[in-house]
């Protein structure tokens, strides 16, 4: 759900810049190819998947679901395996995902864009950019959304949650902000540079990682072990947490630097009425 959520964002920014029309259409004999080629595609990759699944194979499930807490110190077998058992994937993904980010920045740099100043029946957009209502309601979800960011990511080693959909529903809560208040209503109040904050995730990840090297231990091995705090009582702490902090980071950071620039540039133009004053 929130990467739908956040998809659906990025697709609404990303088509404000299309053309509301296009001035030819395909003919009958492309779209019989088109589809012929979509057909073709589908059959093939269909037939490939049904005998692949066939096959006899040995499943490794029951790996993970028996190893996971004892291992990896989580009851949520997913998470562990995403910060544990395969962690290097882990962290090439966010890595991946930085670079992704600091791509889609750079190209948005001065690009020029199709910048519509009215839908496509030629209505021109509203005056009022961001109705009151929108404003008060997103100012009071925000420290709740939150409040359930950080419940969501501790409770992940052992419940569903983790870093990465708490970073997701961190950028949700800001894009928010974005949508209800504008991009320089949000400057003036959050300051964080976001390549910053993906960078700061990536080298987390990557010293929670190189920290086992101290204890003659391979590259991102994890640990665990259970403490008694006063008032809170048995309470366990992995070193997970803090690869799982580098995922949350680099997530919140790669999804605001993407959502938030293409908004910039949604707000950089003006509608004909107001040019023409």
Same mark, same amino acid.
């Given at each position: 759900l929130a990467v739908e959520v956040v998809t659906i964002v990025l697709l609404m920014l990303a088509l404000f810049f299309l053309p509301h029309k296009i001035n030819r259409a395909s003919q009958a004999g492309q779209l019989m190819r088109d589809a012929a080629i979509a057909l073709l595609s589908g059959v093939v990759i269909g037939s490939l998947s049904y005998v692949l699944m066939l096959q006899p194979q040995q499943r490794i499930s029951e790996f993970f679901l028996q190893n996971a807490k004892s291992g990896g110190g989580g009851y949520n077998v997913v998470n562990v395996i995403l910060v544990d058992f395969r962690g290097f994937d882990t962290l090439g993904e966010i890595t991946v995902l930085g670079i992704a980010a600091l791509g889609i920045f750079k190209l948005l740099t001065r690009l020029p864009l199709f910048k519509p100043t009215s839908d496509a029946e030629g209505r021109s957009w509203a005056l009022d950019k961001h109705p009151l209502l929108l404003a008060v309601i997103s100012q009071?979800?925000?420290?709740?959304?939150?409040? +359930? &960011?950080? =419940?969501?990511?501790?409770? @992940?080693?052992?419940?569903?949650? @983790?870093?990465? +959909?708490?970073? !997701? /529903?961190? %950028?949700?809560?800001?894009?928010?902000? =974005?949508?209800?208040?504008?991009?320089?209503?949000? #400057?003036?109040?959050?300051?964080?540079?976001?390549?910053?904050? /993906?960078?700061? @995730? +990536?080298? /987390?990840? *990557? *010293?929670?990682?190189?920290? &086992?090297?101290?204890?003659?231990?391979?590259?991102?091995? &994890?640990? $665990?072990? =259970? $403490?008694?705090?006063?008032?809170?009582?048995?309470?366990?702490?992995? &070193?997970?947490?803090?690869?799982?902090?580098?995922v949350y980071l680099?997530? +919140?950071? %790669?999804?605001?630097? /993407? !959502?938030?620039? !293409? @908004? #910039?540039?949604?707000?950089?133009?003006?509608p004909v009425h107001e040019e023409n004053r």
């Open positions: 009071a979800l925000l420290p709740m959304a939150l409040m +359930v &960011s950080v =419940y969501i990511f501790f409770r @992940g080693h052992n419940l569903p949650g @983790g870093g990465f +959909v708490a970073g !997701l /529903i961190t %950028a949700i809560a800001v894009i928010l902000q =974005y949508v209800a208040q504008g991009v320089d209503w949000v #400057k003036q109040r959050l300051t964080l540079e976001y390549h910053r904050l /993906i960078a700061t @995730g +990536v080298l /987390i990840a *990557a *010293a929670t990682g190189a920290m &086992s090297w101290l204890f003659d231990r391979p590259f991102l091995t &994890s640990w $665990f072990d =259970y $403490f008694e705090l006063p008032l809170i009582g048995e309470i366990e702490l992995a &070193s997970a947490m803090a690869f799982d902090l580098g680099t997530v +919140v950071g %790669a999804t605001l630097m /993407i !959502l938030a620039n !293409l @908004g #910039k540039m949604t707000t950089s133009h003006r």
